[in-house]
């Protein structure tokens, strides 16, 4: 089994900034990318960022595009999201997950993310 492990969420004004972590350990596996999804309280789930493993390409959603940063730490099995800027309505629960060259998805517990006004 593979295990994720999310961590740097919390309370932020506006305009302020949060760091998220996310690593994974377990059994052995491959990963071939990893991604950042949120879900805001009473919507569906959104896609925030993803990286690939091996070349380390990444995409955004337009809605973080600028502001936030994607990267990884393939020594560590690690992803992070640097968050700027944030606004109110990036307030949500951000999950990780990786995606295994083997075709498996493993997700992590979720990290809250709240941005007052």
């Known amino acids: 089994q593979v295990q994720l492990v999310e961590s740097g969420g919390g309370l932020v004004q506006a305009g302020g900034s949060l760091r998220l972590s996310c690593a994974a350990s377990?059994?052995?596996?491959?990963?071939?990318?990893m991604d950042w999804f949120r879900q805001a309280p009473g919507k569906e789930s959104e896609f925030v960022a993803s990286i690939s493993w091996s070349g380390g390409s990444t995409y955004y959603a337009d809605s973080v595009k600028g502001r936030f940063t994607i990267s990884r730490d393939t020594a560590k099995n690690s992803v992070y999201l640097q968050m700027n800027s944030l606004k109110p309505g990036d307030t949500a629960v951000y999950y990780c997950?990786?995606?295994?060259?083997?075709?498996?998805?493993?997700w992590g517990q979720g990290t809250q993310v709240t941005v007052s006004s």
């Open positions: 377990g059994r052995a596996f491959s990963i071939s990318a």
């Open positions: 997950n990786i995606r295994t060259r083997e075709g498996n998805v493993y």
